[in-house]
């Protein structure tokens, strides 16, 4: 595998292929455990994951995993680190480096991720490991008054001093500022969230060229510009694909390789039909694909139950979701194509 962070960049956003977002904290892998009745043990968790790294999807609609730390450094049952098993199906191993997002100071209602401080030598650490990747979440809620510039300015300064260490560091930053559509109020029409997520990537992008961040060598994930969860009008897919479309083309340089979404709350149909609708609008110009963790789970968990005989099931339902995946990043995803798998 290539070194250059540009030619790892650019393996992120291969053709048909798209990010696996397996890096759910302890307490969101013990809250998806609980839906299927399961003890959320490091030996359960392991399991699970190596379930979808040995999935036959991994080499055909898999591009790069997003690991948390403990998963990192685990080992699968036979005793091959799970990093392996990921590089051996042709992907790229990443990892989450940000220490969660946490209530700002002075501004209520909004939250600044924290995870700076002693990143340097963590991100020397995990490339020792085996990542090749990183990837760092900020948080921006709409609600009466919010989000703040103090709240997006300062979100967008610690993305970007995210991604110069990492760059450094020889790993490619994954730059991801959600404009959240399941925040506490969720009520915000499409155009309000149009107009935040502009607002929120120009600022980020100009944190990005002040830190002499490296465009090429990135990969950006953002929201789909998008209706709250609880707003009275839900936009169509149409309009969604069109509405993210244009907000990206006047704000992100074309110098970024490309743009991994992250499904943010959406159905797993709803995100797969979107990325593909937005791919058949080309052309673009940069790639357009997924970034997705419980879009692309869900299914497979549920199969699973955490029962070894239903390990195959489950493999099933995480490549069928895969695939569909793949096929939206090249906007060849049809509805009728769900119920014949």
């Known amino acids: 595998m290539s070194e250059r962070l540009e030619d790892i960049a650019q393996a992120l956003v291969a053709d048909g292929k798209g990010i696996l977002a397996a890096d759910e904290s302890s307490g969101t892998i013990k809250k998806r455990f609980d839906s299927i009745a399961l003890d959320s043990t490091e030996e359960n968790r392991r399991d699970y994951r190596e379930m979808l790294f040995r999935s036959p999807a991994m080499k055909t609609a898999i591009s790069g995993v997003i690991l948390y730390d403990e998963t990192l450094r685990q080992k699968a049952a036979d005793g091959t680190p799970l990093v392996d098993l990921i590089k051996a199906a042709g992907a790229v191993p990443g990892i989450k480096v940000d220490k969660g997002a946490q209530p700002m100071p002075g501004f209520p209602g ?5 995870g700076l401080d002693g990143l340097r030598g963590r991100l020397e650490e995990y490339h020792k490991l085996g990542a090749r990747f990183a990837k760092w ?10 989000p703040t510039w103090g709240c997006v300015k300062a979100n967008a ?26 925040g506490p109020t969720a009520s915000h029409d ?11 990537l120009n600022t980020v992008f100009d944190e990005l060229f002040e830190a002499r961040v ?16 609880n707003a009275p009008k839900q936009a169509s897919a149409a309009e969604v694909a069109e509405k993210t479309v244009r907000c990206l083309k006047s704000t992100v340089p074309a110098a970024v390789p490309g ?13 797969t039909e979107n990325l593909s609708l937005m791919n058949a609008m080309g052309p673009l110009p940069w790639k357009l694909t997924f970034s997705y963790g419980r879009a692309l789970q869900a299914a497979a968990l549920k199969a699973w139950g955490g029962k070894r005989e239903n390990v195959a099931a ?22 009728d194509l769900e119920t014949a798998a």
């Not at 499409?190 to 929120?200: A, K």
């Open 137 to 146: 979440r900020a948080v921006i809620d709409i609600a009466d008054g919010i």
């Open 190 to 200: 499409i155009d309000r969230c149009y107009e935040v997520t502009e607002w929120t």
């Open 214 to 229: 490296m465009l090429e060598g990135m990969v950006l994930k953002p929201n789909m510009v998008i209706a709250g969860k």
């Open 314 to 335: 489950a493999q099933r339902a995480f490549d069928h979701r895969a695939r569909m995946n793949g096929l939206a990043a090249k906007g060849l995803w049809r509805a």
């Open 157 to 182: 300064h610690a993305l970007a001093r995210y991604a110069a260490l990492c760059q450094e560091a020889g790993l490619v930053p994954i730059v991801e500022p959600e404009v959240l559509m399941d």
């Open 110 to 114: 909004e939250k600044i991720t924290e």
């Open 259 to 271: 743009i991994a979404f992250l499904s943010g709350g959406q159905s797993d149909e709803q995100a």
